[in-house]
Each structure stands twice: as structure tokens, then as C-alpha cells.
């Protein structure tokens, strides 16, 4: 069965305190790996898609990196205006659904 | 920038009734998806629509449920007759292609059935 799991559930940094998150999934063929910022009350908001074992992406002080069974969220010097939830989520080959993760809830203080 | 549209935000319905959510997707976006949160859950996958039709659907997405794109700009969600629970965030996604590559979601609904 596809499925993703995130870690930790709940992260609480320091700004400035750099840190990574954990997304392991398990797939039957992996069509791409997705990261999405939720913010409360509102829809994922897409960050990144990868697609292949070795990838990376950045987008200001977020990089995404993946392996065949885990991805990292890294968040260098992060900022306050990075607290959200981070929502990871797999697709297969051959379907439309993404498989979502539980997130990971991250608070920046500064 | 463009962004998906869901209206309206915030629906509280009777257990039976039927409610029909909306979304007017990004203007150039050929597939269409909805998905839903019940509150402290993952996020989930209901179904997905392209040309007019459904292209796959969840076990989730039973015959209390349809979707129809009536027009060129909205599309729409119904569920027929409401159980407790039913709900849940719903959102609207779209897609220039096929998958969920760069999908855009909307901000969502949020269904309350008492």
C-alpha cells in the first residue's frame, strides 16, 4: 500500500536555527514527490515537486532533496514567516490522487 | 498571480441536505480535482476530472457524490444528502497537466453538518 510518513510531527526552532524535515514513503513506482506549505485555515500551498532519486530544488532558504525512500525539507536560518504546516505527498505512476502525509507543524521564534 | 476560487467559505448544512460546493479554477488549467481535510486529518483524495469526465475516483467518493463542470469556469461538487460525517475542509485543485505537477489549490470550504 502507498503511504507517506512525516517527522517529527512537531518542530519548534529558533530564527535562524537551521533544521531539516523527514518525509519516508513507500510507492508503487513513483511518479514525482511533492512539498506543500499549509498555513491555518487556508489550502496547501505547492513549494516543490521532484522526481527522480538525487533531485533537489530551493526556493529561498527551503531545499528539497530525495532519495528512493525518503525526502528532506531543509529550512536554512528560517524566519518567523516560515511557521506553517508542511504537508509532503506521493504520487504513483498511473493514477491522478496524490497520497498525503500528516505534516509537519513548524513554529519559528524570533 | 492567478489562483483557484472556492466559494463560499464556509457552509454549515443539515445531516440530508444536499450542498454543492464551488470552484472556479485557474483559466488555463485542463484538470480539475477536489479533495477534502477532516480536521486533524491528512489531506485526501476524492477525484479527479478531465474533458469533461471523471478520470478516477476514491472509495471515499461514493454515489452521495458527483461533479460537474457546467460551464468554461466553474466546477462544482455535490454531495446529495450530508452525513455528520461529511465534514471536512474541501478543496479545489488545478492542473495544466495531467498529475498533480504544480497543482494550485484553492483556500477551501469548509463544510459543517449538524
Known amino acids: 500500500e502507498d503511504q507517506v510518513t512525516q517527522s517529527p510531527e512537531a518542530l519548534r526552532l529558533q530564527e535562524g536555527e537551521s533544521s531539516s524535515l523527514n518525509c519516508s514513503y513507500t510507492?508503487?513506482?513513483?511518479?514525482?514527490l511533492f512539498w506543500y506549505r499549509q498555513d491555518p485555515g487556508k489550502g496547501p500551498e505547492f513549494l516543490f515537486t521532484?522526481?527522480?532519486a538525487g533531485e533537489e530544488k530551493e526556493k529561498e532558504r527551503l531545499k528539497a532533496t530525495l532519495t528512493k525512500k525518503e525526502s528532506f525539507l531543509h529550512i536554512t536560518a528560517p524566519k518567523p514567516e516560515d511557521s506553517a504546516t508542511y504537508l509532503c505527498?506521493?504520487?504513483?505512476?498511473?493514477?491522478?490522487?496524490?497520497?498525503f502525509g500528516t505534516g509537519t507543524r513548524l513554529q519559528v521564534f524570533p | 498571480e492567478p489562483e483557484v476560487t472556492q466559494t463560499p467559505s464556509h457552509q454549515v448544512t443539515q445531516m440530508g441536505q444536499e450542498v454543492i460546493l464551488r470552484c472556479v479554477p485557474i483559466?488555463?488549467?485542463?484538470?480539475f480535482y477536489w479533495y477534502r481535510q477532516i480536521l486533524g486529518q491528512k489531506v485526501e483524495f476524492l477525484v479527479s476530472?478531465?474533458?469533461?469526465?471523471?478520470?478516477?475516483k476514491s472509495e471515499i467518493f461514493d454515489d452521495q457524490f458527483s461533479v460537474e463542470r457546467p460551464d468554461g469556469s466553474n466546477f462544482t461538487l455535490k454531495i446529495r444528502s450530508t452525513k455528520l460525517e461529511d465534514s471536512a475542509m474541501y478543496f479545489c485543485?488545478?492542473?495544466?497537466?495531467?498529475?498533480?505537477?504544480?497543482?494550485?489549490f484553492g483556500q477551501g470550504t469548509r463544510l459543517t453538518v449538524v
Open positions: 485543485a488545478s492542473s495544466v497537466e495531467l498529475g498533480m505537477s504544480e497543482a494550485f
Open positions: 510507492v508503487s513506482g513513483l511518479r514525482g
Open positions: 521532484l522526481y527522480s
Open positions: 505527498a506521493v504520487q504513483a505512476r498511473n493514477t491522478d490522487k496524490l497520497i
Open positions: 483559466s488555463n488549467h485542463l484538470y
Open positions: 476530472f478531465y474533458n469533461n469526465e471523471i478520470s478516477e
